[in-house]
């Protein structure tokens, strides 16, 4: 567990004092977690005679800082944060250490999932979000972990209690990433045996799926994925029209929305169609017949 201390020769990392930000904290928790326990001094002027092996990021202007006007830039131009350095340094390193499988793929898919994101906010690069409510970010999140005005809070201790829990994020997505790799590989082996004007993917078992399909050439006409589910008997799932349209490329018909059961299976003629969703994204069936049944009848 990361603590801060108040003497920099206690410290093995530093990095700035002051409001915390995402990058600095995931940092902080990443390097805990490859290195083991984390002593940290946060100050905004780093002494000259520190210990040889002390890591300083996100101040200084060293190698682990981006403030600096030759910071480095990802291909996409975005300005790497100190995060971003230090996994683009060590991350693979940290992957082998906790004996991924698939290190570079896990190693991209933390990166582009995760640390680009945080690269990118610490740096100015916001996406534009349009809502009628306030969307809270995972910075914004790790924001709220600075003293609040006219607390008694202690700002060593808010920083140990952000970086614990993007420890727990990071932790988290590790698993969800590696989960992913081995997902994506099943998917696009079933994507070799799929036809051209196939019209679904019936999965053996539930897999994270949408994304590769809806990266993959071959599956344009695909329509529906259909799985069993933890509930019992098998789901079907409309696809949507592409990773930024999340529109159904064909919605179950409009009469079965929000219907279950017996109303469900009058309205179908399915007997074993058992619900669907008000937004008529996704259907639950009784066994694998009805999922057949329910492709027969509305797929032309």
Not at 41 to 47: D, Q, Y
Not at 204 to 220: V, W
Not at 266 to 282: A, N, Q
Request: aromatic letters at 12%.
């Amino acid at each position: 567990m990361a603590k801060v201390v108040r003497n920099v020769d206690k410290a093995n990392c530093i990095t700035h004092s002051g409001t915390m930000h995402a990058d600095e904290v995931f940092a902080t928790a990443f390097l805990d977690m490859y290195l083991g326990e984390r002593t940290v001094f946060r100050t905004n002027n780093v002494p000259d005679n520190i210990n040889l092996d002390t890591l300083v990021y996100d101040v200084g202007r060293g190698q682990y800082d981006h403030h600096q006007l030759d910071a480095k830039k990802r291909d996409n131009n975005i300005t790497y944060s100190s995060f971003g350095l230090l996994w683009n340094d060590f991350g693979r390193n940290f992957l082998k250490k906790i004996e991924v499988e698939y290190i570079e793929d896990v190693f991209q898919g933390i990166d582009k999932d995760l640390v680009e994101y945080i690269d990118a906010d610490d740096n100015g690069v916001f996406p534009k979000i349009e809502a009628s409510y306030k969307v809270k970010t995972l910075p914004g999140i790790i924001k709220i972990f600075n003293p609040s005005f006219s607390s008694d809070e202690d700002e060593s201790t808010q920083f140990e209690k952000a970086v614990d829990l993007a420890k727990t994020i990071l932790e988290e997505e590790i698993l969800y990433i590696n989960g992913k790799v081995y997902a994506d590989r099943q998917i696009n082996e079933l994507l070799e045996d799929l036809g051209e004007e196939d019209k679904y993917l019936i999965l053996n078992t539930y897999l994270p799926y949408e994304e590769t399909i809806l990266n993959s050439d071959k599956t344009n006409n695909l329509l529906f994925v259909a799985f069993p589910s933890n509930r019992g008997g098998y789901a079907i799932k409309t696809l949507p029209k592409s990773v930024e349209d999340k529109s159904a490329r064909l919605d179950f018909p409009e009469e079965w929305a929000g219907l279950e059961s017996n109303d469900l299976q009058e309205v179908s003629g399915i007997k074993g169609l058992t619900f669907c969703h008000t937004g008529r994204f996704i259907v639950s069936c009784k066994d694998l017949d009805t999922v057949y049944e329910v492709f027969d009848k509305i797929i032309k």
